[in-house]
């Protein structure tokens, strides 16, 4: 809650002239390098402008925050909303620390559950059990028939149990850019990675009804206003925007952008100009993945995994065949941003290349780009980079192993930022949590998840981290912010300075559009 002090210098004698003057506070507007005294001038949802705290200006509402720190609201550029907010409602295995705790999960999760439901769980990582290796099929036995699906931290690899592999076709050829994991004696160990998992195993999973699933948005969208994101990019599919979305285009409390997931060929894009085009709510961009990730090894790399010599990762989908340029074009012809998920070194030189010719209006974006060779630092100038520190903290983990020598590319910030990359920051959430104070920290101090330095050389100062995660991180959504006359006024309002101690920091309160969307502000703080 917002503690308040302190005389304002207004005059409220005059008649209203504004709908809402923010005074007594430091504000970052996204230019300046440190938060400078000012008074934040709203009206009709804008931003008027940024006065002098002695300018006499009558307000209808005034909100004295006692000398806190005011920044533009915070920016997702990566989310999966539908996802995030139906994973929710799912066993989380992300805490399970071996094959003991996984099984026990499982067996609890089942017992809760009624006979005709499928288990389905989500987050389990192998790098935290490296002794138990990876879960097999066997793990699962203590639901008995019950199908289970339980996808890996990073939605690039699943394992499901013997009720779910009767029910797939394995007897044909997999999907192009998919694997099946094999036990001892040949059979299938239950895990299926990128397309086998996709393609497979995610038509037979029963959707949750469809009120769940509009609720589900809901809630994941009051979460992110909760930690002050007034701002994020979706990654959805076609039939989830029009049957979920659009009926929440004017209701959800923060801005959304849209990025249809669909890659068949050739591209429908046409339906997205029926679409609501709103700066609240707009479909931007079209995805695709040119590789996977360094958890499931399929990330695509120039030269092969130290600790999997026989591979280099994975192209997928329309990398595959060449057919990246074609796909870039018809995106462009639609009028909508290329978005293309590349991790590893291969994918994101490729990826680099395929966008090299694309409007900078339409703002296209690389998503991830983990890996960086240092000869491909200088092809970086210039272009959008939706990254995710969180992803460098908890992947570090397994970087030596993974990289060896290599180690220092994954997402090497400093090196990205001085070469003229353009970085905006996300979570990919419910990959990791959507947590914009873990972003910010990890950019900041450069640690791991477990606060040990990795390649600390690589922070960016606050003012940078700052900027990836408001200014940039919109222009990645196709969006403009910053506290600048004109723009929105979304901004939040912090408990301690985040330019001063990162690990002190905490929002407040969320404002969109100048109205309080999250948070508490004391009574008085606000009087007309």
């Given at each position: 809650?917002?503690?308040m002090?302190?005389?304002?210098v207004f005059?409220?004698s005059?008649?209203?002239?504004?709908?809402?003057r923010?005074?007594n506070?430091?504000?970052?507007?996204?230019?300046?390098?440190?938060?400078?005294?000012?008074?934040?001038l709203?009206?009709?949802?804008?931003?008027?402008?940024l006065?002098?705290?002695?300018t006499?200006?009558?307000?209808?509402?005034?909100?004295?925050?006692?000398?806190a720190?005011v920044?533009?609201?915070?920016?997702?550029?990566?989310v999966h909303?539908?996802?995030?907010?139906?994973?929710?409602?799912?066993?989380d295995?992300?805490?399970?620390?071996?094959?003991?705790?996984?099984?026990?999960?499982?067996?609890?999760?089942?017992?809760?559950?009624?006979p005709?439901r499928?288990?389905i769980a989500?987050?389990w990582?192998?790098?935290?059990?490296?002794?138990?290796g990876?879960?097999d099929?066997?793990?699962?036995?203590?639901?008995?028939s019950?199908p289970?699906?339980?996808?890996?931290?990073?939605?690039h690899?699943?394992?499901?149990?013997?009720a779910?592999?009767?029910?797939?076709?394995?007897?044909?050829?997999?999907?192009?850019?998919?694997?099946?994991?094999?036990m001892?004696?040949?059979?299938?160990?239950?895990l299926l990675?990128?397309?086998a998992a996709?393609?497979l195993v995610?038509?037979?999973?029963?959707?949750?009804?469809?009120?769940?699933?509009?609720?589900?948005?809901e809630?994941?969208a009051?979460?992110?206003?909760?930690?002050?994101?007034?701002?994020?990019?979706?990654?959805?599919?076609?039939?989830?925007i029009?049957?979920?979305?659009?009926?929440r285009?004017?209701t959800?409390?923060?801005?959304?952008?849209?990025?249809?997931?669909?890659?068949?060929s050739p591209?429908?894009?046409g339906?997205?100009?029926?679409?609501?085009?709103?700066?609240?709510?707009?479909?931007?961009g079209?995805?695709?993945?040119f590789d996977?990730?360094?958890?499931?090894?399929?990330?695509k790399?120039t030269?092969p995994?130290?600790?999997?010599p026989?591979?280099s990762?994975?192209?997928?989908?329309?990398?595959?065949?060449d057919?990246?340029e074609?796909?870039c074009?018809?995106?462009?012809a639609?009028?909508?941003?290329?978005v293309i998920?590349?991790?590893?070194d291969?994918?994101?030189s490729?990826?680099?290349?395929?966008?090299?010719?694309?409007p900078?209006?339409?703002?296209?974006?690389i998503?991830?780009?983990e890996?960086?060779?240092?000869e491909?630092?200088?092809?970086?100038?210039?272009?959008?980079?939706?990254?995710?520190?969180?992803?460098?903290?908890?992947d570090?983990?397994?970087a030596?192993?993974?990289?060896?020598?290599?180690?220092?590319w994954l997402?090497?910030?400093?090196e990205?930022?001085e070469?003229?990359?353009r970085?905006?920051?996300?979570?990919?959430?419910?990959?990791?949590?959507v947590?914009?104070?873990?972003?910010?920290?990890?950019a900041?101090?450069?640690?791991?998840?477990?606060?040990?330095?990795?390649?600390?050389?690589q922070?960016?100062?606050p003012?940078?981290a700052?900027?990836a995660?408001?200014?940039?991180?919109?222009?990645a959504?196709?969006?403009?912010?910053?506290?600048?006359?004109g723009?929105p006024?979304?901004?939040?309002?912090?408990?301690?300075?985040?330019?001063?101690?990162i690990?002190?920091?905490?929002v407040?309160?969320t404002?969109?559009d100048?109205?309080l969307?999250?948070?508490?502000?004391?009574?008085?703080?606000c009087?007309g």
């Open positions: 809650m917002l503690a002090s302190g005389p304002a005059d409220d005059l008649d209203p002239k504004i709908d809402l923010v005074t506070c430091r504000i970052w507007n996204g230019e300046s390098i440190t938060p400078c005294r000012l008074d934040l709203v009206d009709a949802g804008r931003v008027l402008e006065a002098d705290p002695a006499v200006i009558a307000a209808s509402e005034t909100l004295d925050l006692g000398g720190v920044t533009p609201g915070l920016v997702d550029s990566h909303l539908l996802l995030a907010g139906e994973s929710s409602m799912h066993l295995l992300s805490q399970v620390d071996g094959r003991k705790a996984f099984e026990a999960a499982i067996e609890a999760a089942d017992a809760a559950l009624p005709e499928w288990l989500t987050g990582n192998e790098t935290l059990w490296e002794r138990d990876l879960p099929r066997e793990w699962l036995r203590a639901a008995g019950r289970v699906v339980c996808w890996r931290c990073d939605w690899c699943v394992l499901v149990n013997d779910v592999l009767r029910r797939l076709d394995l007897d044909g050829p997999l999907p192009a850019g998919g694997r099946l994991g094999r001892h004696d040949g059979t299938p160990s239950g990675i990128e397309a996709w393609e995610n038509p037979l999973i029963p959707s949750l009804p469809e009120q769940v699933r509009g609720e589900a948005i809630q994941a009051a979460v992110m206003a909760a930690c002050g994101i007034t701002t994020t990019r979706s990654m959805e599919y076609r039939g989830d029009e049957s979920h979305f659009v009926p285009a004017d959800l409390p923060i801005r959304l952008s849209l990025v249809q997931l669909d890659r068949s591209l429908d894009t339906w997205h100009r029926e679409l609501p085009n709103t700066d609240r709510f707009a479909l931007t079209c995805k695709a993945f996977g990730t360094l958890g499931s090894r399929t990330a790399l030269s995994y130290s600790d999997a026989e591979t990762g994975l192209w997928l989908e329309v990398a595959i065949d057919q990246d074609r796909w074009r018809e995106v462009v639609a009028g909508l941003a290329p998920h590349a991790i590893g291969a994918a994101v490729r990826a680099l290349q395929v966008i090299s010719d694309v900078d209006a339409l703002r296209p974006t998503e991830h780009a890996v960086i060779a240092p491909g630092l200088p092809s970086l100038e210039g272009v959008r980079l939706s990254v995710q520190p969180t992803h460098r903290a908890t570090a983990a397994m030596h192993a993974r990289l060896g020598d290599r180690a220092g997402l090497p910030m400093r990205m930022c070469a003229g990359g970085l905006c920051f996300g979570t990919d959430w419910p990959i990791v949590p947590d914009p104070m873990a972003t910010l920290r990890a900041i101090t450069g640690e791991d998840a477990r606060g040990i330095p990795f390649f600390p050389e922070r960016l100062s003012h940078e700052m900027l995660a408001t200014v940039n991180a919109a222009e959504c196709g969006f403009d912010a910053g506290l600048r006359a723009l006024a979304d901004f939040v309002v912090w408990s301690n300075d985040p330019f001063e101690d690990h002190a920091a905490t407040q309160a404002f969109v100048g109205t969307v999250a948070g508490e502000l004391r009574q008085g703080a009087h």
